[in-house]
């Protein structure tokens, strides 16, 4: 205890003047001891030192019996004294610690304010403070000035604010609205909703199975073709294939009144290297039987596969040529705006900010359309030989969609037909002309008559009842105009409709050809729809005009017509359950009227969803999700590359011990799908297979004497001899030439091999093989003996060796997609793998029919001793050798093949990836969750060609399509039901 007394004596005494001195053992003199003593004469006190203050290091006398001196010298007094102060002064104009002056103040003193006003502080500080502050990292910096919050929120710097935004991802026009109440994310360019922020997840599914649920698809890029049909058709004719359904050429479609689905490839290859999926709209013809005139296609893409079919476009059609600069309306000005200012600058009363150099600075207006483009940059392009125009349209036209049953009557509470007006006032004569022009032709108004009849007509119609693809073009008013005071959900009145027959009419035959006219084909009508849109505030101020309140608001013709296109989107069209379900419309209308359509829906009852709820749509509808399911295209392979970066991130975020450990689950890719590595390993399973086949024939035939190759299969075969009796010479010359026979058909096969080799895989899009599929992977039961039926009606061929042969032949790597079902319990994950059954899984499974399914045995880390050498080589390379060799192992690691290490995960290159676990690996999951429309758990994916082939030749007849499915994080198998719907 005297060691730390002695310490924190000496810290105390530190700081104290160099003038002061203490007694030594000896006995103090006098000078010392008046100085220790201060001057006073009470025997207590200087008890009381030598007992509260123990020596540090001997100077001071410890002899309680010394007495104090009996005179005082004035002149060795008054110099320890001076001392003192002098010490004391020195001490006070110099600090000793990084504290600021206003810092050094007693606690009970300090005030928040002494830190900027030095006025505050007492006076004999304030001297410091100020030589302080006038130091130069004291100094305060710079900073711009930051407007008050009043001045932040006024609407033109909230909009300068937005546009600033912009610059880096599109934002939609209702992207206000989305942030405030959605997640939102930043995708392919633009700022999208991903799920909204309150629990909504079954909400949606209701909306989509019993009411409307409402999607903002702007983000969708248009791209226009213009040119003569038949130039048109030649060219993307080779961009996709009959085999895979209907193509730009089917005549429903080419006439203008359907909408077409297809996925393009490239220039003849198909059915490789796929583009990406798209859905086109032809313009209807001006005149019946004309088809050298020229036509208009739209052709709707994912902005992830954009780039890559326009490129494919331009080379197709050789549209290299700019036709001209693309000056998107990014800044709109509208002309009662430009009047205002006008009237402002002549009265004088409205107050203009200057700008830097003294010139009147123009307030900035919102953005329209796709802010980021560049005004010098050509964005339509020209053929000199075809004489063909490619022009893109991306957020030129805005695009929602609506599903579920009742989407009819949100649609038609919500948008009115627009009123016929031949005769306009003098001040709207140029906003509203092309509108008057067209009522005043006899045929466009007999047009419109005819379209707002059938669009009357789908009020008593579910969404499903149309024929699918349907498109009809209208022009309706301002939807502002109809706006409810509160929100209510639209529900159907059967009792306005009794016209049967033109109901019925509807239903079978659809919208006539004529009826998908719509003036949301040119660009100049839509270019004045957007500029001349009346603003908010004036009908604000119309309505509250109004003589009375709430009342309905009639303008006229001064009410703006907007031209729309309303295009049904099927529902579940394939299986034989729930068929219509999830169906809609999508409404197609000009930019600028973003919100004024956005309100009216939700104010009729549409729930909004965002992209999750895009997802969970496909996945109840059994259909592939762009970009999800697309793994042979482009966008579909840089989606998954960028999936595979987000959930690895997140894997390494959390601590080793609290996260999966993948190798000993046997789990070879948890974050990434690897097809190509998959489809390449059956095909070469499949090949050694076929050659033990044929090895053993030809050890078998080996006496036979003559050898020949089969070509087909892609192994050697020895056929036996017609005749046995031939002479020696003939029988030598014989089998000369079948030696070089065989060295020539093998230098053939191992060609035939390498061009396959270096052929990556494809997603099965036939519809004639993927029929095939689905009829072979029903089960041979009771219950199917109906659909074995059908299937000998179509001509469907029995399930045997001899016609597997030939689709392996033509597609060796091959993906198929299908959907699964648990038969018990279970949720199935992303990236869940569907393995084959073996044989005493389907034998426990037909005794137990609640057999849960086996358990994979775990397996061993053998990567987990490299990387704990890997960190111990890290941590201490401790002379110069280890330093060296440390340098030197990641050049020897990357030698092997293990450079970046991950515990828990399997480095590249991968094993063979079907036979790493007891089950065979068939293929990968990309959709699966528990789903509300069939009560069960379901998941979407895909599957070798080549494995299923095997696996459905392998299992018995009522046990067909019997998978089992495991998590990636877990060892338990689960037993599901595999379909392909077609």
């Known amino acids: 205890m005297s060691n730390a007394r002695d310490k924190k004596r000496a810290k105390k005494m530190k700081n104290q003047p160099m003038s002061v001195t203490f007694p030594s053992d000896s006995g103090p003199s006098h000078s010392e001891t008046y100085f220790r003593n201060g001057g006073g004469g009470f025997p207590r006190h200087k008890k009381r030192d030598f007992r509260s203050e123990p020596s540090q290091q001997g100077f001071w006398h410890k002899n309680k019996s010394h007495e104090i001196p009996k005179y005082v010298t004035v002149s060795p007094f008054v110099q320890a004294r001076a001392a003192e102060i002098k010490a004391m002064l020195k001490a006070v104009s110099q600090k000793s610690s990084n504290t600021l002056v ?70 939609l026009e209702t992207h206000i609205w989305h942030a405030k109440r959605f997640h939102m994310v930043k995708k392919w360019g633009y700022c999208l909703g991903d799920r909204p922020t309150i629990k909504s997840y079954r909400a949606c599914y209701r909306a989509m199975n019993s009411h409307c649920l409402l999607q903002d698809l702007s983000y969708y890029c248009c791209l226009e073709l213009t040119g003569k049909e038949e130039a048109l058709l030649t060219g993307l004719a080779r961009m996709c294939n009959v085999d895979a359904g209907p193509t730009f050429a089917a005549i429903p479609c080419l006439t203008g009144k359907r909408q077409g689905t297809l996925t393009l490839y490239h220039v003849d290859r198909y059915p490789e290297d796929a583009l990406g999926p798209v859905t086109f709209i032809w313009k209807p013809r001006s005149g019946f039987g004309c088809t050298n005139e020229s036509r208009q296609l739209w052709i709707w893409v994912h902005p992830a596969f954009k780039q890559d079919i326009l490129g494919e476009l331009k080379a197709v059609f050789q549209c290299f040529e700019p036709r001209e600069a693309c000056n998107p309306v990014s800044v709109v000005t509208l002309p009662q705006e430009e009047n205002k200012l006008d009237a402002a600058k002549a009265v004088g009363k409205k107050r203009k900010r200057r700008a830097e150099e003294g010139v009147t600075s123009v307030p900035v207006k919102k953005i329209i359309g796709d802010g980021t483009r560049d005004p010098q940059q050509s964005y339509s392009w020209t053929s000199q030989t075809t004489g063909i125009v490619i022009s893109d349209l991306t957020m030129e036209i805005l695009r929602y969609r609506l599903i579920g049953p009742l989407s009819h009557c949100v649609l038609t509470e919500a948008l009115k037909v627009a009123s016929v007006h031949t005769e306009l006032d003098s001040a709207d004569s140029d906003i509203h002309s092309w509108w008057t022009e067209n009522c005043k032709n006899p045929d466009q108004l007999t047009l419109h008559h005819r379209q707002e009849s059938i669009f009357d007509l789908l009020k008593g119609l579910c969404s499903s009842d149309i024929p699918s693809g349907t498109v009809l073009g209208l022009t309706v008013g301002d939807p502002r105009v109809n706006l409810p005071k509160k929100r209510s959900k639209a529900m159907p009145n059967p009792e306005n409709y009794q016209d049967y027959e033109k109901v019925r009419q509807l239903i079978l035959e659809g919208v006539p050809a004529e009826c998908a006219q719509s003036f949301l084909w040119d660009q100049n009508i839509c270019k004045s729809v957007t500029e001349n849109k009346m603003l908010e505030q004036d009908l604000n101020r119309l309505r509250s005009e109004l003589l009375v309140p709430g009342s309905q608001l009639d303008l006229g013709p001064r009410e703006s017509k907007i031209p729309i296109l309303l295009i049904q989107q099927s529902g579940k069209m394939a299986g034989k359950d729930r068929l219509g379900w999830g169906s ?38 059994r259909t592939p999700h762009i970009p999800h399911d697309y793994p042979d295209c482009p966008g579909g392979v840089q989606f998954a590359k960028e999936l595979e970066r987000t959930l690895l991130d997140k894997f390494k975020r959390r601590p080793p011990a609290k996260r999966a450990n993948y190798v000993k689950h046997g789990t070879l890719a948890p974050f990434l799908c690897p097809w190509e590595k998959l489809t390449r390993d059956w095909e070469a399973r499949t090949e050694a297979h076929g050659k033990n086949e044929h090895t053993l024939d030809s050890e078998a035939c080996a006496t036979q004497g003559q050898v020949s190759g089969d070509t087909h299969s892609g192994a050697l075969v020895v056929e036996s001899p017609k005749t046995d009796k031939l002479d020696e010479q003939m029988e030598t010359c014989s089998q000369t030439n079948m030696q070089m026979k065989v060295i020539e058909k093998a230098a053939d096969l191992c060609q035939k091999n390498d061009a396959t080799s270096s052929l990556a895989f494809c997603v099965l899009r036939s519809r004639r093989l993927l029929r095939q599929l689905s009829a072979w992977v029903w089960p041979v039961s009771g219950k199917s003996q109906r659909i074995r039926h059908i299937a000998s009606k179509l001509n469907q061929k029995e399930l045997n060796e001899d016609a597997l042969l030939p689709i392996c032949q033509h597609y060796p790597r091959a993906l198929v997609w299908v959907s699964l079902s648990f038969l018990n319990k279970g949720c199935p994950e992303l990236h869940a793998m569907i393995c084959i059954p073996a044989k005493e899984d389907l034998l426990a499974f037909s005794k137990d029919q609640h057999f849960c399914g086996p358990q994979e045995p775990k397996h061993s880390d053998r990567f987990k001793n490299k990387i704990l050498k890997q960190k111990e080589r890290r941590k201490k390379p401790v002379n110069k050798k280890a330093t060296e060799r440390s340098a030197s192992a990641p050049l020897d690691g990357a030698a092997d093949g293990h450079v970046d290490l991950v515990l828990g995960l399997w480095p590249d290159p991968l094993p063979d990836v079907p036979s790493h676990c007891s089950r065979a690996l068939l293929g990968y999951v990309t959709q699966g969750d528990f789903s509300l429309a069939f009560g069960c758990s379901e998941a979407l994916g895909f599957v070798s060609l080549t494995g299923l082939l095997q696996m459905l030749i392998d299992q018995p007849a009522d046990k067909r399509g019997l998978v089992l499915l495991r998590n990636p994080a877990s060892l338990q198998y689960r037993f599901a039901r595999l379909t392909i719907e077609v």
């Open 102 to 171: 206003f810092q050094s103040l007693p606690r009970h003193m300090r005030r928040r304010a002494m830190s900027h006003n030095i006025k505050r502080l007492p006076r004999r500080l304030r001297e410091l403070a100020r030589i302080e502050a006038e130091r130069p990292e004291h100094q305060k910096k710079d900073l711009p000035k930051s407007k008050c919050r009043k001045a932040r929120r006024r609407h033109t710097n909230l909009v300068a604010e937005f546009n600033r935004r912009q610059k880096k991802n599109i934002w």
């Open 584 to 621: 809609g419309w999508d409404i197609y209308l000009p930019k600028g009227w973003g919100m004024a359509f956005w309100l009216p829906f939700i104010y009729r009852g549409a729930r909004v969803g965002g992209l999750q709820e895009d997802l969970k749509h496909s996945l109840c509808k």
